[in-house]
Structures are given as C-alpha cells and as structure tokens.
C-alpha cells in the first residue's frame, strides 16, 4: 500500500485490489469449470435439459473459465509489475507531493492533460508555459533534499557494443535525425559514427513508460531524474559509451539527441567531454544545466509536440538556432508529433529551407568531405542485477 497525503486530499495506491481481482478471477473460473463438468456428466446419463442446452452450457462455461483464468494470470503479472514500480517510485512522489506547489502542480497538470490529449501549437504553448515554474522549483528542491529516485550504482550499468560497420558520414539534418536509434526493447539506444576528425553520437528516446524498467535504463524514472537535475541511469552509460577510444579520441564531437535522448545529451555536454562542439536536441525538453562556451545548440521542435515542453520555457541564450514546425497528427495517435519519423520530416523541411542562418549551421555541422571514412557503432546500455 503506497499512501500519498497533501493537505486533506489523501491517494491510496494498492497491488491488493490487483491481487484481490485476480484471486476472484480464480475462484469463477473453478466454478465455471464446475458447471462445464456437471453438464458434461449430464450429458452422458441424458437428463433433460435437452442435449444440445446441455452441450452450449458445457462449451460456453468452459471458454468463460479459460477466459477467466487467463485474465486472472495477466493481473497478477500486472501486479507484480505495479508493485516493482510502487517500490521504485513511492519516495519520488511522496516527494512531489510534498515539495512542490499544489496550486501551480494543478494548473500544469490540466494542461498538461490537454496539450497531450488534444496536441496544438496553442495548448502545447500554454503547457510550457504552466511547465516553467514547477520544473525550476521541482529542480531546485530535488537537488536540495538530495532526492534520487534511481539507485543503481554506476557499475551496475553496463554497456557493449552491438554491431560494427561503415557509414557514409552525415551530410543533412535528415541524416542526422534518421542515425538516431529508434525506440526499441532490448535494442541499442545509442550509435557512435567515427570520422578521421569528427564522431557523432546519437541517443534514443525513452524506451518504457514504466518506473521501474527492469534492465532498460531508458526509463520514465531516468527521465523524472533527469529533468530533476540528478545523473540518471541512462546518463551514467552514455557516459561509459563516450569514454571509449572513437569518442575521447576526436577531434570535435557532435551529440545528437531524441527525446530523452535529448535531456542526457544536454548534461554529457555541459558535464562532460570537452571536446564536444555541436548539440541537436530533437523534441527534447530543456535540462536546468549550463551549456559550455563554444558548443552550438541547434533545437528542432514540433510545435505541437509536449514533451519538449516538459521542461518549460527553454532559458535565454541556451539555444543558437531553434528550427520549429506544426506536424500533422492524428485521432488514433496524439503523439505522432513526437516520433522519429515526424521529425525526419521536420528536418527535411530544415534542409530545404533557404533561410542564411540554417544554411551556415548546416556548412558548421557537416564540414566533412563524404568520401571520409566513417565507422558505426551501435552500442546497447543495461542495468545489472
């Protein structure tokens, strides 16, 4: 049982209703098996009801019990589940619900809710708007009471390089955003691309929605670490993949993030290898960290795509060149906005632009001859048991 209590309001949060739904489950599907068998019994003495009613209640009383039965093995998998993620996120939110102001929590999350459901330039707006506030406040408090939510030790996070081949070097933004490793279980989350002079990191979005993702640190609780201003999970191994040879050894490194992809290339960046020259976040919210003279941030964003406005109103002079667009969206898919493909389509629209200052960018990033050798990576972060 996780209780959450603010003022007089109080949320009760169980896996025994999970457990309670599951064992009833159980006990109907034994009785239906009961009348399966007792109608089965009368169909070889031949009491009335007729054959064929008797036949129908055996079959029908039947497929309810496996039915039944089947339900009552996904809830109690559901519950275990719950119960990994009540574990892992029970302190988180009895921090929020202590630490941050109610009234400004409320109005971010109606709008929150709105901008997700119904994805516009204009809700999404207002959400980022409602955002700023309770993310410099849940930042500064986070940090202060030293809440960490995560707490896997950095050598419980390992790191292997998947596959190897060779690469034409980007030229385009399309080609940057298209390296970025989709949003895959058990697949790598993040690619190295090698030049002579330039490597080029890419890091994927979240992977599970959950708290607690198991041995996949790209996880919600990675993401809320994250934006808190702590060193998340996923962090920690794109840190141990930046510390081999192809990256510590360029001359300039490019980092290209998605997502949450984005958030932890905004902290390696400004905490971590110097030699890092350029930044792309793609539909990533803003992390409360200071970027380092000399690194160029280039921002891509659907306008009405949320989840960049996580992090609220992105501070003045953070980024150099912010490209946007309005993406279609559709009924069965709010979030289309946020996806990869979405965005392949964004930077199209940035390449074909004509606009003086997206054009030098573009000569800045890809100042490499094609015919250079290049050399992928792709390298998949895990959490150890």
Request: hydrophobic share 40%; net charge neutral; charged share 20%.
């Amino acid at each position: 049982m996780t209780g959450l209590r603010h003022g007089e309001a109080a949320f009760d949060v169980s896996t025994e209703h999970l457990r309670t739904l599951a064992s009833g489950l159980e006990n109907w599907a034994r009785h239906l098996e009961n009348c399966a068998a007792r109608a089965r019994s009368a169909l070889q003495v031949h009491v009335v009801p007729p054959l064929a009613a008797l036949e129908k209640i055996a079959e029908v009383s039947a497929g309810l019990a496996r039915r039944a039965r089947s339900d009552a093995r996904i809830i109690t998998n559901l519950a275990q589940r719950y119960e990994l993620n009540e574990r892992q996120g029970q302190n988180l939110w009895q921090f929020v619900a202590t630490a941050l102001d109610p009234a400004a929590v409320g109005t971010s999350l109606i709008a929150g809710l709105v901008a997700f459901a119904h994805p516009t330039s204009r809700s999404v707006s207002f959400f980022r708007q409602t955002m700023t506030p309770v993310t410099e406040q849940f930042s500064r408090s986070i940090v202060a009471t030293g809440a960490r939510p995560s707490r896997h030790p950095a050598h419980l996070i390992s790191t292997h390089p998947v596959s190897e081949e060779p690469c034409r070097p980007p030229a385009s933004m399309v080609d940057l955003i298209s390296r970025i490793p989709p949003v895959a279980a058990d697949k790598p989350q993040v690619r190295v691309e090698r030049t002579p002079t330039t490597a080029f990191v890419y890091i994927g979005g979240t992977v599970t929605s959950a708290l607690n993702g198991g041995n996949e640190p790209w996880d919600m609780t990675s993401n809320l670490v994250a934006i808190g201003g702590h060193p998340s999970d996923s962090e920690v191994g794109v840190r141990k993949v930046m510390q081999s040879p192809a990256v510590t050894s360029a001359d300039n490194v490019v980092v290209v993030g998605h997502s949450q992809g984005g958030l932890i290339a905004q902290r390696v960046t400004a905490l971590g290898n110097s030699n890092v020259s350029d930044l792309v976040l793609v539909g990533a919210p803003t992390a409360r960290v200071e970027m380092p003279a000399g690194v160029r941030v280039v921002a891509i964003e659907n306008t009405n795509d949320p989840v960049p406005a996580l992090g609220g109103q992105t501070p003045p002079g953070k980024v150099d060149v912010t490209f946007r667009r309005d993406a279609p969206v559709t009924s069965h898919d709010p979030l289309g906005a946020h996806h990869l493909p979405s965005y392949r389509a964004t930077a199209q629209a940035f390449d074909a632009s004509t606009s003086p200052a997206l054009r030098s960018t573009e000569r800045q990033l890809f100042a490499i001859r094609p015919a250079e050798v290049c050399v992928a990576t792709d390298w998949r972060v895990d959490r150890s048991s």
